[in-house]
C-alpha cells in the first residue's frame, strides 16, 4: 500500500473516531422501538451478547444506575482476545472519544457562570483573528461565530480529523479546517473543530490547558476519580482496562488487530479523555443533580437546544450545549456518545434520574452494529437496575 493511502485511511479512521459526537452515524429506529422485549431486563444481557456474538465485538458491557442508587452491570465476551480473560467491570478505563464534550460544556458553562465567558460573545471576542477561513473556506468568521454556536455545533466550522495526517503529530488542526468550505451559520452540523476552539477559549480566558480546567471545575467536583487526560505522548490506558481491537487504518491488510495503544493526547477537547463506566454515569447525576452548575445554567445546556434534522438521528434528535436528546420508548434521554479507534460508548440519563453506559471493544461501525448498540443502550436505560 502507498504512503499516501496510509495517511489517508489513518485520518478517515481518526475523524470516524471522533465523530460519533451523539451518535450522528447512528440509526434513529432503534430509538422508536417499543416492544416489550427491550424493556424486560433479562434482555439486557441478549443485547450484548448480540454485540458480542453476531455482531463479533470482542466485549461489550452495561452499567446502569438508578434513582435509589442502586447499580448493576452486565458484560460480555472478553477482556482480551486469546485469553480466558473476562470482560472488565464498571470501573475498568476505556476512551470515551466524544463523551468528552460534554465534560468540555460544563467546563464552559462553569466558566460563563463566573462571567468569564460570555456565550453570545463572538468568537474572535477571546481569539481575536484566530478564526479566519481561507481559500475554500473564506467565508468563515469569528467575528459571526459566538460562543453558544460552538456549543450547539451550529458555528459552520468545518471538520478537521478527515483531512488531518496522523502518521505526522501534531499538526495545525484549526488551519485544516479554516481551509475547507464551511456549513451555514446556525444550521447544525456536527464537527469536532467547534470543541477544539472551544478548549482554546477556555485556555485564552483562563491562562490555563483545557485539560487543567475541566479536572479542576468538572472531573475532580463530580468524584470522576478514575477519569484522566492522557499526557502528551502517552499511548496505554493506565490502570485495569480491556483491550481494544479493530482494522489498524494504517495497515487494513493486516486484519483485526490490537488498537489499545493510541495517541489521545492529540484527540484533544473533541475526544481525548479517558474514563470508566461508574465515572461516566457519576457525571450524568452529578450534573442534572446541581453538584457543579446552576438549575438555570442546565436549563440553558439542555433547554437551548436544535434539532439535528441528519440522517442517522432519532428523528426528534436535539442538541444543546453539548448534550444531545431524544424520546426513547420509556420517555425523554439526554445522552452522548463516542468513537475511537477500538471503541464505541453510548451514555446519559433519563427523566427519572436512572444513568446508563453502555461501550463495546471494538468500533461498531456497521449500520446493524450501531443499531444494536443504541438498542443495547435503551435497553439499560429503560429496564429496571436489580
Not at 426513547?328 to 463516542?338: I, K
Request: proline share 6%.
Amino acid at each position: 500500500m502507498s504512503r499516501k493511502n496510509s495517511r489517508r485511511l489513518l485520518a478517515v479512521a481518526v475523524a470516524g473516531a471522533l465523530a460519533l459526537s451523539a451518535l450522528p452515524a447512528l440509526p434513529g429506529p432503534a430509538f422508536a422501538r417499543t416492544g416489550p422485549e427491550t424493556l424486560r431486563p433479562a434482555s439486557l444481557q441478549a443485547h450484548l451478547d448480540r454485540l458480542t456474538g453476531a455482531d463479533g465485538l470482542p466485549g461489550a458491557l452495561a452499567h446502569v444506575r438508578d434513582r435509589h442508587g442502586r447499580s448493576v452491570t452486565t458484560v460480555s465476551g472478553t477482556a482480551e482476545r486469546g485469553t480466558a480473560r473476562p470482560m472488565v467491570g464498571a470501573g475498568g478505563r476505556f476512551r470515551i472519544g466524544s463523551m468528552t464534550k460534554p465534560v468540555m460544556a460544563v467546563t464552559v458553562m462553569r466558566l460563563a457562570e463566573r462571567k468569564k465567558i460570555d456565550l453570545n460573545a463572538s468568537v474572535d471576542r477571546y481569539l481575536p483573528g484566530t478564526v479566519r477561513g481561507k481559500g475554500e473556506g473564506a467565508a468563515t468568521d469569528g467575528r459571526k461565530i459566538t460562543v453558544r454556536d460552538l456549543l450547539r455545533q451550529t458555528s459552520g466550522l468545518p471538520e478537521y480529523a478527515d483531512v488531518a495526517d496522523w502518521s505526522k503529530l501534531p499538526q495545525d488542526y484549526l488551519g485544516l479546517a479554516l481551509a475547507r468550505k464551511p456549513t451555514p451559520l446556525g444550521r447544525f452540523a456536527y464537527s469536532n473543530t467547534n470543541y477544539l476552539v472551544a478548549g482554546m477559549i477556555v485556555r485564552a480566558v483562563t491562562g490555563r490547558d483545557f485539560r487543567e480546567v475541566s479536572r479542576d471545575l468538572v472531573i475532580e467536583p463530580l468524584g470522576m476519580r478514575d477519569t484522566y487526560w492522557p499526557a502528551d505522548g502517552e499511548t496505554g490506558i493506565r490502570g485495569a482496562h480491556a483491550h481494544t481491537y479493530g482494522v489498524h487504518p494504517a495497515d487494513p491488510g493486516a486484519g483485526v488487530v490490537d488498537l489499545t495503544r493510541l495517541p489521545g493526547y492529540e484527540f484533544g477537547a473533541s475526544g481525548g479523555l479517558i474514563s470508566t463506566p461508574g465515572d461516566l454515569n457519576r457525571f450524568w447525576r452529578g450534573v442534572f443533580d446541581g453538584e457543579v452548575l446552576s438549575r438555570k445554567a442546565l436549563r440553558a445546556m439542555v433547554g437551548a437546544s436544535v434539532p439535528v434534522g441528519q440522517e442517522g438521528w432519532p428523528a426528534d434528535a436535539r442538541y444543546g450545549f453539548g448534550i444531545a436528546s431524544a424520546r426513547l420508548s420509556c420517555g425523554p434521554a439526554w445522552f452522548h456518545g463516542g468513537d475511537v479507534p477500538g471503541v464505541s460508548v453510548i451514555s446519559g440519563r433519563d427523566g427519572t434520574g436512572r444513568q446508563a453506559t453502555v461501550y463495546t471493544t471494538g468500533l461498531a461501525g456497521t449500520a446493524g452494529q450501531r443499531e444494536h448498540l443504541i438498542a443495547t443502550f435503551e435497553a439499560a436505560l429503560c429496564g429496571r437496575a436489580r
